[in-house]
């Protein structure tokens, strides 16, 4: 899907590249068969990049996994595409669906039919400001932010001297859902020599944990109890808000941000199914619970 060459295995032109943007604004992160934000093959740095692939060989030889299948992988490719052609066809925004041909943007674990009407419900909300100045993006409600910072989607202007990017991040929980667990902002960046870099940041959490030396804080205790099909609220929050500055930034590196926020663990759907059923969950075999998560739209930094 994204290649760094076009179907005749050219090198990417500006015109072909004005062209797709044109054509190709967004891309479907997520939806009921699988997700493509990133894989752990391409991403071993990343404790949550093995979130629902299709492609389940995730170690060993026989893993045939492409950067060219993976939306993380792909902005990063399109620094270097905008770096030698001027232009840049992955600077896409992302949105999360079903794929279920109704129009809808949301299923539910404890309702997956897919088809129907019914299964559509609200998605926890995911709100991304950026600016150079901290006291332009700082506001509870976020109006400020959408004012005078660089919403979702966007590209902040040139870097005063001596600053870093800062965000404003303001995720809700699905009122009928499960609370959240943390918010991340995940970084990619291109260096001098033209090589891609990226960087998972854990940058609000629910609870009093503490980060570990990689920077990412141990998982809440799971709530789920398999037998019944059913969690409880009782960890999580039901909202994150932070405003986080790149400790690492570099006025002279091309680079995009954008916020992943983890849900706490719920049943997966065949749970609901093999309780209904009066069968045992454990044996398909399969993942008993899932960590449903939300993204923003990034944001990208030009020099």
Known sequence: MFDM?????????????RTRMRWEPVMEIT????????????SPDDPFAGFEVRNKLLTGADAKVSAGSYARNAL????????STGANHYKFEMVGSSD???????????????????????????????????SDVLAEDGTVGYQKGVPM???????????????????SKDPQGANLDRVEII????????????KVYDVAWAGQRTPNAKGFVPALPSTVNVERASYENSVGTSQLNVMWRDPAFDPKQRAFYYV????????????????????????????LTIQERAWSSPIWYTP
Request: charged share 20%; with cysteine; proline share 7%.
């Open 153 to 171: 989607g966007g590209d902040p202007s040139a870097a005063p001297a001596g600053k870093s990017p800062t965000f404003l991040v303001q995720v």
């Open 260 to 287: 992943r926020a983890l849900e706490i663990e719920i049943p997966r759907h065949q749970v609901y199914d093999a309780v209904a059923l009066k069968l045992d969950p454990k044996v398909s075999g399969k993942p």
């Open 187 to 198: 970084n990619g960046w291109l260096d001098a020599s033209g090589k891609t870099h990226g």
């Open 76 to 83: 990063m490719q399109g620094l270097q595409l905008e770096q």
């Open 5 to 17: 060459i076009d179907s005749d295995g050219r090198p990417l032109s500006a015109v072909y590249t």
């Open 31 to 42: 939806q009921i068969k699988g997700a493509s934000e990133a894989h752990p093959l391409l």
């Open 100 to 134: 279920s041909h109704f129009g809808l943007a949301a299923i539910r674990e404890d309702d997956c039919y897919g088809k129907l009407a019914s299964d559509s419900l609200p998605a926890s909300r995911v709100e991304m400001q950026g600016n150079f100045a901290a």
